[in-house]
């Protein structure tokens, strides 16, 4: 039986393998790696099977999925390329910021390309991914693909031109960072730490939960929360005088250009944070 073949045993290898093993998935799955002790973790951590020598993973793979950083890339695939094949694989691409079209000339047009981005928290099933795919890929392969990261999260495709927007929006770094900035912000006031997560879990955690359960725009939820004159109103109104949103957008576009550089592509943008301007009302775009 044909495996699914991870090329890279990193981070992201494991939290997928764990969202798969968690969702009970039947094909082997392989993975090989360079470091022979992220090997050893994930055997014993998963039971999958280890593989050091490279072209042994590869002519197991049904899927074959590379999932090393975007640096490493282009060198994985010069090795891959010298493999003598003897059928088409499905690959996909884990490697921020690069196109499918340079995927495609690196090995060739006889191989089907499709790119995933994969949130970590497909470790409990709850994951995001996003993919997109060449149009060597037809429709059998897609659902293959799809149906894969289907078992750790929920999953859209989306045009490989909205690729990297998505990669620097849908980060869970995004939730984490703002918790660990409200739970030590709640302290500098008077909570202990106890208090100051569960304050801030609630704040943040439960606030997205009721939103998308429920059927109320984002808007009237913000209104429903922060009456006028009131407290929290007050604080998202100092929020937005101090730039809060171009804060956020600033963020984004720094890591547009960080995904374009590891790719190899020049940033197309340089970015200037403007100074707030004075009386900003919140607003929800």
Same mark, same amino acid.
């Given at each position: ?119 970590? +928290? ?22 293959? +693909? ?80 922060? =009456? ?40 197309? =943008? ?11 009302? =919140?607003?929800?775009?």
């Amino acid at each position: 039986m044909k495996a699914t073949v991870f090329l890279g045993g990193g981070r992201i290898t494991s939290a997928l393998i764990a969202g798969l093993r968690l969702a009970k998935y039947k094909l082997p799955i392989v993975v090989h790696d360079r470091h022979p002790e992220k090997l050893r973790h994930l055997k014993r951590r998963y039971g999958v099977v280890t593989e050091t020598n490279l072209e042994i993973a590869v002519e197991s793979a049904r899927l074959l999925i590379v999932a090393v950083r975007p640096a490493s890339a282009f060198e994985l695939l010069k090795r891959i390329e010298k493999i003598d094949f003897r059928r088409k694989l499905t690959i996909i691409s884990l490697a921020a910021g690069i196109p499918l079209e340079r995927l495609e000339n690196s090995l060739g047009s006889q191989h089907r390309w499709a790119r995933a981005m994969p949130s970590p +928290v497909c470790r409990t099933g709850d994951g995001l991914t996003a993919l997109a795919f060449s149009r060597a890929l037809q429709k059998k392969g897609r659902l293959e +693909v799809h149906s894969l990261f289907a078992m750790v999260g929920s999953v859209i495709e989306i045009p490989e031109t909205q690729f990297d927007a998505f990669t620097v929006t849908f980060s869970s770094s995004h939730g984490y960072h703002a918790l660990a900035a409200l739970i030590k912000a709640s302290q500098s006031i008077g909570l202990d730490q106890k208090t100051a997560r569960i304050a801030a879990a609630h704040a943040l955690g439960d606030a997205i939960t009721s939103w998308r359960s429920g059927d109320l725009p984002l808007n009237e939820l913000l209104n429903e929360a922060a =009456t006028p004159g009131g407290i929290a109103a007050a604080v998202m109104e100092s929020l937005d005088r101090a730039g809060y949103q171009r804060i956020v957008e600033n963020g984004l576009r720094t890591g547009l250009d960080r995904a374009r550089k590891n790719a190899g592509i020049a940033p197309k =943008t340089r970015i200037t944070l403007r100074k707030p301007r004075p009386q900003l009302q =919140t607003a929800v775009r």
